[in-house]
């Protein structure tokens, strides 16, 4: 069990005092033996922080677990705190609401020790509601409808992480290494996942194993998933200023593909403000770029062969 490399579960954590609990469990009935939780409470108004204090005072002698809380600071603000906290060569990425599945922390080690020049690897998941009950098998091809194909070869990666993104809940295992490659998380970003996995992915650092290593679950409160108008731009107008400020970590042809998604966002954004005439040209921006990005594909053959 000693040669086992340690993995630090990160869990930023905010008012999900209903949630919170069953994730804790998740890490503790992993099998995987050389773990550690390492968690924050980002400064719920609910009852998160009693419920995690009642958890470690059942299960704390199992496990190392370290519990902080702090007045809010966002999500990308925690995570680089719990990252500076951890004491492991592996950094497993949490969310109070979601839990993983047993086998997932064995299996993205072993993946990562067989693959040195990757920094970080992601799974897939399935998709369960408020109570638990599943939803889909698979969250990448049943919620994000991506085609996982992609992300057998970096070239694919690199495409689908541009312009499919279809990572839902705590799938990603990095090295602790990998942090000073990305340069942490952004603050002040409320949408920090995109951000930080297009870094990794310009530098063909980012793996993949097609296995279901977390339940993400769907509830009223996921940020990602919200229906308000105004909020839904603000996200957006976000992710575009992450493309625009990232294009050019990218070599062609997935430089003018990134190009082409900020368009692609450009009209998402115009089209809930009604504004008819920048939806269309933002869209024609789009369809040419997408179409210019295809043309300069690598030779050697398509994407899709390689993967």
Not at 157 to 169: C, E, K, L
Not at 208 to 237: E, P, W
Not at 256 to 270: G, M, N, P, R, V
């Amino acid at each position: 069990m000693t040669t086992m490399p340690l993995v630090s579960v990160l869990i930023p954590a905010y008012n999900h005092e209903r949630f919170v609990q069953r994730c804790l469990d998740s890490v503790l009935e992993d099998p995987y033996p050389a773990k550690e939780i390492i968690i924050i409470d980002d400064g719920s108004t609910d009852r998160t922080s009693d419920r995690i204090a009642e958890w470690i005072d059942r299960h704390g002698h199992a496990l190392r677990v370290e519990y902080a809380h702090h007045a809010n600071r966002g999500i990308a603000a925690t995570l680089n705190e719990l990252a500076a906290r951890a004491h492991g060569e592996f950094l497993r990425l949490g969310a109070s609401d979601d839990y993983l599945l047993p086998g997932g922390l064995e299996a993205q080690v072993r993946y990562l020790e067989s693959h040195p020049r990757k920094r970080a690897v992601i799974g897939d998941s399935i998709v369960v509601d408020r109570d638990g009950r599943k939803l889909h098998d698979s969250g990448m091809r049943d919620l994000h409808h991506a085609d996982k194909r992609l992300y057998g070869s970096d070239e694919g990666i690199r495409r689908a992480v541009i312009s499919q993104w279809a990572i839902g809940g705590p799938v990603a295992l990095l090295r602790k290494s990998a942090l000073e490659t990305a340069d942490r998380w952004t603050e002040g970003l409320r949408i920090d996942d995109w951000d930080f996995f297009l870094r990794l992915a310009a530098r063909d650092a980012l793996g993949f194993i097609d296995m279901q290593v977390c339940a993400y679950r769907l509830h009223g409160g996921n940020l990602s998933k919200t229906r308000h108008r105004a909020t839904r731009i603000v996200n957006l107008t976000e992710s575009w200023r992450v493309a625009r400020r990232h294009a050019d970590l990218f070599d062609e042809p997935f430089r003018t593909l990134l190009k082409a998604q900020s368009h692609y966002i450009s009209a998402k954004i115009a089209f809930l403000q009604r504004r008819s005439l920048m939806l269309g040209f933002h869209l024609l921006a789009y369809l040419a770029l997408s179409f210019a990005s295809k043309l300069r594909l690598p030779q050697g053959g398509t994407l899709l062969e390689k993967a």
